[in-house]
């Protein structure tokens, strides 16, 4: 079962690949700052998650006007999830989260997910400023897609 609200999150460094290269993206950074939303998906290059993250890019203003980060994780390589960013045109950050600790320390990790591993399983959480969980959402099954209207209202809420 994902953390709850109320939870501190914890925190992370991973990989993301930039037009730079490599950097590090820590959560952290983002505490005292501005709102924080966690989307985990289970696998780039899937329908379910190509349709979520392409969604989420065309309404990305819905969250950066309110002075939230968004970010996407899952237990892809850096690699992959540019590849498959730059194909769809997905515009949020996506990170990499290989080893799953993250995965793992939010709860949501999926078992063997079509029987070829574990991954991350579709999750949403908004983080606010403190660095505190104030929506904590996971799906019922891979294919299901997070209340996107609570994400954005429990935003509102706490930026």
Known sequence: MALQIGVHAPDFTLKSLTSEGLID?????NFGHKATVLLFFPLAFTDVCTAELCDVTAGLSA?????????????????AQNAWAQKEKIGIRLVSDLDKLTTRSYDVLFPALAGIGDTSA?????????????????????????????VKAALAENV
């Open 63 to 79: 969250f950066t006007d309110l002075s939230a980060d968004v970010i996407g994780i899952s237990v892809d390589s850096p690699f």
């Open 25 to 29: 993206v820590t959560l952290s950074k």
């Open 122 to 150: 579709r999750a949403a959480f908004v983080i606010n400023k403190e660095g505190v969980i104030v929506y904590s959402e996971q799906t019922p099954s891979p294919k299901e897609l997070p209340d996107f209207a609570k």
